[in-house]
């Protein structure tokens, strides 16, 4: 009886402690403002990488296109990639490379995730197309810093974020 | 000794539970969002004699075949077809059943944990020996995971969690899909609808008489 109960405390501060905080976070996440994602330049489209919290939060996933980084993405974090309309592929690698292709359209965003599945060894990193729901689901997630950001042009820094979604001046009216 | 292995147990059975649950609420493929209707671009006149479909104008289409997380290969073109058709000032300029092509963009089989993917683009519709260009095409997307139950078997059991693999996505033929035109396409009105000139009042006989001198 002893150890019955001994099993069954453990089960019931688990089970509490796994549905307390979330609903905690749940108040404090619906207190929160969504996340604001600039429209693309003109004739431009834009792609936004997100990597929601959870397993493998220790693995790199590391956004590359034509061999060259566009990103790192770690746990929690997301990045919007600004890039011309056409066919992409972009590859994340660490034990195993994944590679995803998206059809990226002028005007529109496009979405895609990293997940770190499992692995035989250490996680592996899954690059998969993803909704703006599921972004706007996954919470708490923060802008990629601009140092772990690749060298080239295509994953806006938080300055460029931040200008993008600043007011345009209206034009002056006409004399 | 006893009591750790309890409380271990207990503690993974919970977040093994918890697990389910989430994978079980995980749901990931790509809505049809409605696709509002296009006015026409101020300062592009259509010429004389034409009938004009304008850029982003929607359509809806109609996938000619079966697609598949797990059938498809990337880069592999499909055909499709106009399911309704394409209407200006109410008058059918481009008909139901226009045959074109799209192409699977991406297509990965599951895997570990991890459902199917699929990402299909439409590429034109063949009309009158011209092509009418496609884009934005609304259809497809991710197999629903089984991520976190692989990882619960993994931590519990062992082995068994290579076993455990998402779901495939699938796209039978008939699918509808939505998308766009890509740019303006300029249709001649067929000679038949175009109205004939007013012909000049023939002379009829008696009035081309005259009275003798």
């Not at chain 2, 696709?35 to 109609?62: F, H, M």
């Not at chain 2, 496609?134 to 259809?139: A, F, G, K, P």
């Amino acid at each position: 009886m002893a150890l019955k109960l001994s099993a069954l405390i453990p089960l019931a501060l688990a089970a509490s402690l796994a549905t307390m905080p979330a609903q905690a976070a749940d108040k404090k996440d619906d207190d929160a403002a969504p996340i604001a994602l600039p429209a693309p330049p003109a004739g431009k489209g834009q792609i936004v990488f997100f990597r929601p919290g959870g397993m493998g939060f220790a693995v790199g996933c590391s956004v590359n296109e034509n061999g060259q980084k566009v990103s790192s993405l770690g746990a929690g974090k997301y990045f919007i990639m600004v890039t011309d309309p056409g066919k992409h592929e972009f590859t994340v690698k660490s034990e195993a490379k994944d590679a995803l292709a998206l059809e990226v359209e002028a005007d529109e965003t496009q979405f895609a995730k990293c997940r770190i599945k499992m692995g035989i060894m250490v996680g592996r990193p899954d690059l998969a197309p993803a909704t703006e729901a599921e972004f706007r689901e996954a919470k708490k997630l923060k802008l990629v810093d601009d140092e772990d950001m690749g060298p080239g042009p295509g994953a806006l820094r938080a300055a460029d974020v931040a200008a993008a979604l600043a007011p345009k001046p209206a034009p002056a009216p006409a004399p | 000794m006893k009591i750790f292995l309890s409380r271990t147990l207990g503690v993974v059975s919970a977040w093994w539970l918890t697990g389910v649950a989430a994978a079980a609420q995980t749901v990931s493929t790509v809505p049809l969002e409605p696709v509002p209707p296009v006015a026409a671009q101020p300062g592009e006149a259509c010429p004389a004699q034409s009938d004009c479909i304008a850029a982003l104008t929607p359509v809806v289409l109609k996938i000619g075949t079966l697609l598949g997380s797990r059938v498809s290969t990337s880069g592999e073109m499909f055909p499709l077809t106009l399911a309704e058709p394409l209407v200006v000032d109410g008058r059918v300029v481009v008909p139901a059943g226009t045959p074109g092509m799209g192409e699977v963009v991406h297509a990965k089989k599951t895997g570990l944990g991890v459902g199917g993917e699929l990402v299909l683009a439409a590429r034109y519709l063949d009309f009158a020996g011209q092509r009418i260009r496609l884009r934005s095409m609304q259809v497809g997307g991710k197999g629903k995971d089984n991520q976190t139950l692989s990882y619960a078997v993994g931590a519990t059991v062992g082995l068994p969690a290579l076993f455990i693999r998402g779901k495939h996505i699938e796209v039978p033929p008939g699918t509808l899909a939505e998308a766009k035109v890509a740019a303006r396409f300029v249709i001649p009105r067929p000679a038949q609808e175009t109205p004939a000139p007013q012909a000049a009042p023939t002379p009829s006989t008696s009035e081309g008489k005259t009275d003798g001198p």
